[in-house]
């Protein structure tokens, strides 16, 4: 199943002009990292949403606020229901979604009109419910004796404030004669992201440290570095594989950083030595001795 959502999934990215890395043959916080123009998105696969973990969601916000773009999670189901057609979930404050789903929101098809937390919940067109009771001269006293919703809640719908249950809404949807849910854009808003002290804050970079992502270290001074750090040695050439593509795709530098290492590369992803980090200090220099190894 997980085997055919990815295969959609990756369809609806080439379909909206994406370039993607696959990383779907080792552990990550993300399957695939895709790229259009200025836009990156980082995209998790799994048949139960619910098996993202806190990490995982903490690492993708990292990822994506270095990259100045967005995750999301496409699955079936959670542990408790199955995952419908236009409605955006929510783990561990990551939008997730079904494929039909993903396909609006990606591809500007049509955005969701409810999001799901708790209970189903709806984003009211504040304006229009306005000008809609205004039109009927319907005081929200009225509305509230009609709807049996508290005058309170409907002010606080009516000035965008709060979301209103999906109940609520059809109440006043069909009291007020017209739809007046607003669409939910997920990608609100980007991601940001705090730097952290790593081997390549010393030299200048911009940097963040992830635990379940391909990389190790995420950098960015003039351009993205992505690096590896100590490792399994056997799942190497698999995350060298990755990196390679990840420089394809976003014109970036990636390398391993080991305390030993024989060769200077690894499937011609370059080593750096931590030894010889600690004798550079600039950025600039970390980078011409990745080009060097790497040509």
């Known amino acids: 199943m997980r085997e055919q959502i990815?295969?959609?999934?990756?369809e609806v990215l080439i379909n909206c002009n994406y370039l993607s890395v696959y990383c779907t043959r080792i552990h990550s916080c993300f399957d695939m990292l895709a790229k259009r123009e200025n836009e990156a998105l980082l995209v998790k696969v799994l048949?139960?949403?619910d098996a993202f973990t806190k990490q995982q969601a903490e690492d993708m916000r990292k990822i994506a606020g270095m990259l100045s773009g967005n995750g999301f999670i496409v699955g079936e189901r959670s542990t408790e229901y199955k995952l419908q057609d236009g409605v955006l979930y929510e783990r561990h404050k990551v939008?997730?979604?079904?494929v039909k789903t993903f396909r609006g929101v990606v591809g500007g098809e049509e955005l969701p009109k409810m999001r799901k937390f708790r209970e189903m919940l709806v984003d009211i067109d504040e304006e229009k419910m306005a000008r809609r009771r205004e039109e009927l001269k319907l005081s929200l006293e009225e509305l509230a004796k009609k709807s049996g919703i508290s005058k309170d809640t409907l002010y606080r719908y009516e000035h965008g404030r709060i979301y209103a249950?999906?109940?609520n809404a059809r109440k006043i949807e069909e009291i007020l004669g017209m739809e007046l849910r607003k669409f939910i854009d997920p990608f609100k808003g980007r991601q940001k992201f705090v730097s952290e002290d790593t081997l390549l804050s010393m030299l200048g970079f911009e940097s963040v440290r992830m635990k379940t992502a391909p990389f190790d270290i995420l950098g960015k001074e003039r351009k993205l570095l992505f690096a590896g750090e100590e490792a399994d040695r056997r799942t190497m050439a698999k995350r060298a594989e990755v990196y390679s593509n990840i420089m394809d795709a976003f014109g970036s530098g990636s390398c391993f950083i080991l305390n030993k290492y024989s060769k200077d590369s690894i499937a011609g992803i370059p080593v750096v030595r931590k030894k010889?980090?600690?004798e550079i200090s600039k950025a600039r220099e970390l980078m011409k001795l990745i080009e060097e190894r790497g040509a």
């Open 6 to 10: 990815v295969q959609e999934v990756a």
């Open 47 to 49: 048949e139960n949403i």
């Open 95 to 98: 939008p997730a979604g079904n």
């Open 165 to 167: 249950s999906e109940e």
């Open 276 to 278: 010889e980090i600690r």
